[in-house]
């Protein structure tokens, strides 16, 4: 890992420990239902009872276990703050859009987002900024967040961390990798294969429905019966890791396989050495870090980052640190 990434580790830990300090001392909590969101969080904890309610909307693809850490921080930051949480999710852009001015409609508190595709979702993010409701962005959308006024953001400098993947797979002789996009307009994941690419010249690229496991399975089997030069597989999520092991199960073929992100399959492949890597951004921490800001911002006027993203990523998972990461990985926290 380069020193850049670990001085961003660092950086993040400091601001959850004392966003956390800074609302251990309060007591409270209340629940809430809203059958409008596909899933609902409640500030049920020894938090603040703040009365605040904070909208958390992403892209997340149904079935998609990485946004499972994103909704456990953002469940946990909640509990901790006393803080009504509505979470709702859309793949589509124009749909994430309409989520968005939803919760601007209901008048909201805060709002935390990804911001995926930025073109298709700045108006409704900007309508947020005119009903004075604040916005942070997460997970996508680092080189934009600011363009749309978001107050802050949490996340992995995603061409980094292709970057830094792609310079270890090059210092280990990797020459052709493939890599494996899994939504198409996502600027976070083409990023990450711009950075993967700045280090290998020979990297291509590959469009897969990372909606149908199925769907990416026969894709990348044809592909790898196809092309004999792949040395590599890069995935850009763990689901996808997991289909290339049986891509390639059942076309003999033994490219290096890494990935982007964990899920506990993947965590068990990297310790029976099935993949060697994961570039890890800490989705929990992500979540957590999105509602805690929002909160101390609405609450305090407090503001996190001077202007600058707070990274979460690029931070390596393998062989070296698989056993301590692992019961992690088990509890929803890493």
Known sequence: MTSRPRQALRLVAVAAVAATTLVACSSGGKPSSNSNTNANNNGTGAGDNSGYTIAMITHETPGDTFWDRIRAGAQQAAKDEGVKLKYSNDPDAAKQAVLIQNA???KVDGIATTLVTPDALAGAVRAAENANIPVVGFN??????????????FGSDETLAGTTAGQRLASEGVKHPLCVIQQSGSVALEARCAGVKSAI????NIQVNGANDAAVVSTLQAKLAQDKSIDAIVTLGAP???????AMSATNTHPRLVTFDLNEQVAQDIQNKKVEFSIDQQPYVQGFMAVTSLYLYIKNGNDIGGGKPVLTGPSFVDSKNINRILPFVK???R
Do not use: E, H, P, R
């Open 201 to 204: 010249s020979g990297t291509q």
């Open 140 to 153: 996508s959308g680092i080189d934009f967040w600011k363009k749309l006024g978001a107050l802050a953001y």
């Open 331 to 333: 509890n929803n926290t």
């Open 240 to 246: 996808q890791a997991v289909d290339s092991l049986k």
């Open 104 to 106: 601007v409609d209901s």
